[in-house]
């Protein structure tokens, strides 16, 4: 049974820097996409940086990008979001996710469009300014 955990939400001043885990256990695919999402009260799930193991080229949508860092330890079979210069508007509810089939799905123009299978628990980041 793939389980991911996530961890590392806090409260954080505007400005300021979290780092996001996502432990991930019963994982046996070989070609997957593992992504972290976000769900501010009121408004649409939003991608902000997804990953596959294939290429390895993250996307970032602009909201995020040159602050936010998806990472991979496979040793630890953890994934990481490093998040810089925190805004306001970064607060929300994150998820970890993994899809283990994107590959096999029509074609989308980055990761983060992909129907993602396996999702955990989020954990709740906010900024205040």
């Known amino acids: 049974e793939v389980q991911l955990q996530a961890s590392g939400g806090g409260l954080v001043q505007a400005g300021g820097s979290l780092r996001l885990s996502c432990a991930v256990s019963?994982?046996?695919?070989?070609?997957?996409?593992i992504a972290w999402f976000r769900q501010a009260p009121g408004k649409e799930r939003e991608g902000v940086s997804c990953?596959?193991?294939?290429?390895?080229?993250?996307y970032y949508p602009d909201s995020v990008k040159g602050r936010f860092t998806i990472s991979i330890d496979n040793a630890k079979n953890t994934v990481y979001l490093q998040m810089n210069n925190l805004k306001s508007e970064d607060t929300a509810v994150y998820y970890c996710?993994?899809?283990?089939?994107?590959?096999?799905?029509?074609?989308?123009?980055?990761?983060?469009?992909?129907?993602?299978?396996?999702w955990g628990r989020g954990t709740q980041v906010t900024v205040s300014s």
């Open positions: 996710a993994v899809s283990s089939d994107w590959y096999l799905q029509p074609f989308f123009s980055h990761r983060c469009l992909y129907e993602y299978d396996y």
């Open positions: 019963g994982f046996t695919f070989d070609d997957y996409a």
């Open positions: 990953i596959s193991s294939s290429d390895g080229i993250p």
